[in-house]
T-cell receptor, first 112, second 116 residues
Framework: RKEVEQDPGPFNVPEGATVAFNCTYS??????FFWYRQDCRKEPKLLMS???SGNEDGRFTAQLNRASQYISLLIRDSKLSDSATYLC?????????????FGSGTRLSIRP | DAGVIQSPRHEVTEMGQEVTLRCKPI?????LFWYRQTMMRGLELLIY????????DSGMPEDRFSAKMPNASFSTLKIQPSEPRDSAVYFC??????????????FGEGSWLTVV
């Protein structure tokens, strides 16, 4: 089982719609969580951190559910420019080492 | 401010040739990472350095791959000899005070390698 799993998509939604996708992690020693965005043929860039209490940045909302070991990203009023791949990132710190695991990404395509 | 700078941006080489990828991290960043991205395997960490010292190279695929960081502003990833299965995008990234404490990882634009 992968340590971080994402639905690869693609999610194809109309402009203005609300879309949400999840990311599950398997290691209970996971400590911090992030969403990165990667545009086609570009490098990944930090979109937002995910805090325990959930957090919002404009149209984007990130949630963490430690009990079920998943994080989610909700995008409201989606724009054409939101089309990208969204990578879930988990920082695992246990007795052996710290490591950062990137999910394989969820592709989102917004249509006019 | 300059971000992470990688070269070359694109390289096409023949199987068996040596490939050297170069990276200049953001000034002041103590951590440098080399990642490889393919459609099949996603983004994989190959190796990372802290203060120029290799900390974890468990992701380096095999002996054909080697990485060095001779100083705080330069790192190389070398593949010798290259094989077609090495074709991928290689990202260099850097971070300050350790990404494990939640600091952002900044990626370069990547080196697109094709081995024919």
């Amino acid at each position: 089982r992968k340590e971080v799993e994402q639905d690869p998509g693609p999610f194809n939604v109309p402009e203005g719609a609300t879309v949400a996708f999840n990311c599950t992690y398997s290691n209970s020693a996971s400590q911090s969580f992030f969403w990165y965005r990667q545009d086609c043929r570009k490098e990944p860039k930090l979109l937002m951190s995910v805090y325990s209490s959930g957090n919002e940045d404009g149209r984007f909302t990130a949630q963490l559910n430690r009990a079920s070991q998943y994080i989610s990203l909700l995008i409201r009023d989606s724009k054409l420019s939101d089309s990208a791949t969204y990578l879930c990132v988990v920082n695992i710190a246990d007795s052996s080492a710290s490591k950062i695991i990137f999910g394989s990404g969820t592709r989102l395509s917004i249509r006019p | 401010d300059a971000g992470v700078i990688q070269s070359p941006r694109h390289e096409v080489t023949e199987m068996g040739q040596e490939v050297t990828l170069r990276c200049k991290p953001i000034s002041g960043h103590d951590y440098l990472f080399w990642y490889r991205q393919t459609m099949m395997r996603g983004l994989e960490l190959l190796i990372y350095f802290n203060n120029n010292v290799p900390i974890d190279d468990s992701g380096m695929p095999e002996d054909r791959f080697s990485a060095k960081m001779p100083n705080a502003s330069f790192s190389t990833l070398k593949i010798q000899p290259s094989e077609p299965r090495d074709s991928a995008v290689y990202f260099c990234a850097s971070s300050s005070r350790g990404p494990f404490s939640g600091n952002t990882i900044y990626f370069g634009e990547g080196s697109w390698l094709t081995v024919v």
